[in-house]
Nanobody
């Protein structure tokens, strides 16, 4: 089993920045794709960004140019740097491992 623990969520003003972290542990036999999804209030979860074990990244159109995903393979940790935050970024953010294992989520609230 793989366990994921997110941290770094909180309340931030529009235009501000926040960095989320996710540490993976358990049966990690390779550097699988890790990613971030989010669930806005009353909506389904949507992909924010993915990063492969080799460092190839994918972003949702809504966050391109504002968010950056990165990883530290030595620490089995993935990060999401969020800049120029907007109220519509408000959501519960989830970390994923191989698009199969999910963290518990961390709340991000952006005030106007």
């Amino acid at each position: 089993q793989v366990q994921l623990v997110e941290s770094g969520g909180g309340l931030v003003q529009a235009g501000g920045s926040l960095r989320l972290s996710c540490a993976a542990s358990g049966r990690l036999f390779r550097f699988n794709t890790m990613g971030w999804y989010r669930r806005p209030p009353g909506k389904q979860r949507e992909l924010v960004a993915n990063i492969t074990g080799g460092g190839t990244t994918t972003y949702a159109d809504s966050v391109k140019g504002r968010f950056t995903i990165s990883r530290d393979n030595a620490k089995n940790t993935v990060y999401l740097q969020m800049n120029s935050l907007k109220p519509e970024d408000t959501a519960v953010y989830y970390c994923t491992w191989a698009a199969h294992y999910w963290g518990q989520g961390t709340q991000v609230t952006v005030s106007s």
